[in-house]
């Protein structure tokens, strides 16, 4: 339970977005949770003004495609609400594809996530029980690719940016989780990863049917690869 003394009340909020809901832009999202907290009665508050807005602030975005079992948003609240009630409202108001996880005090800023942990797994027939060796190799050597930023094209290694922890295949699907840089100034989206490492791997995506891949945010990081809070 928040203190009853405070009047503009800090609350982060834990959830997963998955299944259908990796479809939707990040703008979507943002609209679905203002609609979701003012359905939900929660007392939430909102900027002074003209045209006031809601203080809500999510964590990292995702990518069109990607499915996370670890997204944060904070609000602020105008009164006093015990957490579980938050949380209780508002699931009422999601699908099982979005739910609260938690709800608590934050005590740490967005911007000090340093590392995101993904799950990929690749599907195709060009992959084998070598895959795994040849993916491992692709990691730890130089990877150049030509990532898009606001100053323009430009080619970079990415992978200082990449810590490898697990890498297994068999035939037709090979499955590795890794940590990527999330930092504002090294943040790596994990699709640069799989584009660059599919045509080193063999696979070319010309089938949809049988090559595909799916991509699912595990975790977030402190640089010291403590789980962020």
């Not at 949380?87 to 709800?103: A, F, G, H, P, Q």
């Not at 795994?132 to 992978?159: F, Q």
């Not at 810590?163 to 590795?176: N, Y």
């Amino acid at each position: 339970m928040v203190p009853e003394t405070q009047l503009n009340i800090p609350v982060r909020a834990k959830f997963y977005k998955v299944g259908n809901l990796q479809y939707i832009s990040h703008l979507d999202l943002v609209r679905t949770m203002t609609r979701v907290l003012v359905r939900s009665h929660i007392p939430a508050w909102y900027s002074q003004g003209f045209n006031p807005r809601l203080k809500l602030t999510f964590s990292l975005p995702l990518s069109i495609g990607t499915q996370s079992e670890c997204e944060f948003f904070d609000i602020r609240l105008t009164r006093s609400m015990d957490f579980d009630e938050i949380k209780s409202r508002l699931n009422e108001s999601l699908t099982d594809e979005m739910k609260i996880t938690d709800v608590y005090t934050p005590e740490h800023k967005f911007s000090e996530i340093a590392w995101s942990e993904y799950e990929i797994v690749m599907h195709s027939p060009s992959l084998d029980a070598s895959s795994s060796a040849l993916m491992k190799g692709i990691c730890t050597n130089p990877l150049i690719v030509e990532k898009r930023s606001k100053a323009g094209d430009h080619e970079v290694d990415i992978s200082p940016f990449i810590k490898l922890r697990e890498c297994e295949s068999r035939a037709g699907e090979l499955r590795l989780v890794a940590l990527m840089s999330a930092d504002s100034a090294n943040y790596l989206n994990p699709e640069y990863l799989v584009k660059a490492a599919c045509p080193r791997l063999g696979v070319t995506f010309e089938n949809l049917y049988e090559d595909y891949y799916s991509i699912v945010r595990k975790q977030v990081y402190f640089a010291d690869l403590t789980p962020f809070c």
